[in-house]
């Protein structure tokens, strides 16, 4: 884009925050490749698919696994577009907890709001400590070191403290990361697919891979099953509100943002239908691959022997630690927004940002300190780890489709922003709204049978402990709660719901 053009639509994109009653402290210097690249960095199919590859496996098998992930998609596509659709509208680093304020007032806001932040905080917890996982398991093949949860928490720290580093580095600096992130994903893809396509010697047929179905969980009705299956897909479609947190540092925001979102998920759609279908062809051993500690390392092993799985798991590794790099960014772009409204404890200094660079830096620590804790409990036991991190998916589920809920409530008094749906918005928001209550409700099922303390689903109990903190912390903080002030007068219709 021409210098004269970008510094255009930033003056437009200024002014338009200013309007929304935000001053402009964040600079402008992503593109909308850049936006773009957050959200499919975020979203990660080398690291979403790669690590439930074996939930997967006993979950419904093969046959769940692909058909699941298509529906799915083209499920979660829909609500990318109706986000997308709000998103133009109000393009602020403070995402959906900001467009819940604007369209159903402040208690919906400060909901969806700790709902997505803890989502994200959680969704540094699990990445991060998925990436050491596997760091674990290469370091193992590669210098037979022992894996133990000491060691991968460890090396967790380390992949936290080298993010938080980049992320209060730059703008320019991050931008530059996820756009190198996405070529390594698409390329990635490619590479692991074509590999585990030529080397091997033996392939699983089509009709393996598109209908074999395979339960391990212990439950026997198929259909419940099959539904608790999709939950691989549901887990990995996670993370497209980055393109709206960065709106506030990205050129032609009110496009460029909602674009992200869309753009992100159908390539994703795209890239883990072709991942899948490569990984489920070259399964040579399937029970020994869905009994494995890492299946996808497996899967190489088996297929191309030590030193192919070894080059494989170091691309996964790589993308690995990309997207976490990028959910640090989401996160403390929500955690600025959210302290710029002095929505969190100690906000004064949470929504700092540096002089020099124009980067919330106290709130990038702050994220990687919350994300540090989560995972502390993984010392003990897998399970309260595994507790503690399902507020990624449990959070941020519902607080995806709030202000698409909200926006569906306000009929035509929601003025749209140049990205729109036109015509198709309500049908497209209502079908929205269903497929996340659905997915919501999937997500609390209890996934093996028999239920016990190692076994049980705690995602139900984890929703219901951050609803309770933040109704306490509304009854203790909500008075400081400080919504913009509208100077927008398009904005009038709605004003006396925020106020």
Sequence with gaps: MPRSDQALY???????????????ELVRRMSGFGNLAISLTVISVLSGCMTLFGFGLVSGGPAVMMWGWLGVGLAVLLVGMALAEVTSAYPTSGGLYYMA????????????????????????????????????????LQWGVETSPGLVLAIFAVVLLVHALLNVAAVRVVSLLNAVSVWWHVLGVLVIVGVLAVVPSHHQSPGFVFGHYAN?????????????????????????????????????ARIAAPRGIVRSIWI?????????????FAVQDYAGTAAADVPPAQVF?????????????????????????????????????????????????????????????????LSVVVAFALAVPSL?????????????????TPSYIIPVYLRLRQRDRFVPGPWNLGRWSRPVGITAVVWVVVLTVLVCLPQRYPVTIDTFNYAPVTLLV??????????????????????????????????
């Excluded at 930033?10 to 402009?24: F, N, R, V």
């Excluded at 709001?113 to 398991?137: C, E, K, P, T, V």
């Excluded at 009705?221 to 990205?250: I, K, Q, R, W």
């Excluded at 691309?315 to 959210?338: D, N, P």
């Design 216 to 252: 391990s969980t212990g439950w026997s009705n198929p259909v419940y099953v099959s539904a608790v299956g999709l939950l691989l897909a549901g887990y990995t479609f996670c993370g497209y509100d980055a393109s709206a947190h960065m709106s506030e540092e990205t050129t032609n």
């Design 301 to 365: 092993l088996d297929a191309l022997g030590t030193t192919g799985a070894k080059a494989l798991l170091l691309i996964v590794i790589g993308a690995q630690l990309f997207c976490g790099s990028a959910e640090v960014t989401a996160a403390s772009r929500m955690v600025y927004a959210f302290s710029r409204d002095n929505a969190l404890p100690g906000s004064a200094t949470w929504r700092r940002v540096s002089r020099s660079n124009k980067v919330p830096v106290p709130a990038v620590w």
């Design 10 to 24: 930033s003056h437009a994109d200024d002014d338009h925050l200013a309007g929304l009653g935000i001053k402009p």
């Design 466 to 499: 951050v609803l309770a903190l933040a109704w306490v912390w509304w009854r203790m903080a909500g008075k400081r709660f400080s919504a913009p002030v509208v100077q927008d007068p398009n904005l009038a219709a709605i004003e006396e719901q925020i106020v």
């Design 101 to 140: 304020l604007r369209l159903g007032g402040p208690r919906w806001a400060w909901g969806t709001g700790w709902l997505n932040l803890l989502g994200l905080l959680g969704g540094i917890a699990g990445i991060d400590y998925g990436a050491a996982s596997f760091i674990a398991a290469f370091a193992n």
């Design 268 to 280: 994703s759609l795209i890239a883990g239908f072709v991942l899948l279908a490569g990984l489920l």
């Design 380 to 396: 003990y036991s897998a399970t309260a780890y595994g507790a503690v991190t399902a507020v990624n998916v449990i959070g941020m």
